[in-house]
């Protein structure tokens, strides 16, 4: 159910996505990915449709009933992703350090 409602928070906030654009920001397969719209959709809270500047690729975007979801929730993940995301920064500034420093070649 988490995954389903990061699906519909992302919707919410960045407005209609590519099937393989939700694949990266969700960390699914495509396969995982389109069982996961199928639901979503089957339970009225998306719509998929063309992308009308490619015809090969779909759109996904929310419905009324899956935007009352997603505010009627609370966003029990925002916690997790920001500490994920401020210890990444730490990485990766702790890599420019250590990688900085090499020789070059």
């Known amino acids: 159910m988490v ?10 906030r960045r407005g209609p996505a590519r099937l393989t654009d939700l694949t990266e920001t969700e960390q699914l397969t495509q396969p995982g990915i389109t069982q996961l719209i199928t639901r979503l959709e089957r339970d009225g809270l998306v719509l998929r449709r063309r ?34 995301l401020r210890d990444f920064r730490a990485f990766v500034f702790g890599c420019r350090g250590v990688f900085g420093s090499l020789p070059p070649g």
């Open 3 to 12: 995954t389903a409602l990061s699906v519909l928070d992302t919707l919410a």
């Open 51 to 84: 992308d009308p500047g490619d015809g090969r690729a779909v759109i996904v975007d929310l419905t009324e009933a899956g935007r009352r979801v997603r505010q009627t929730r609370p966003d029990t993940a925002r916690p997790a992703r920001a500490r994920a």
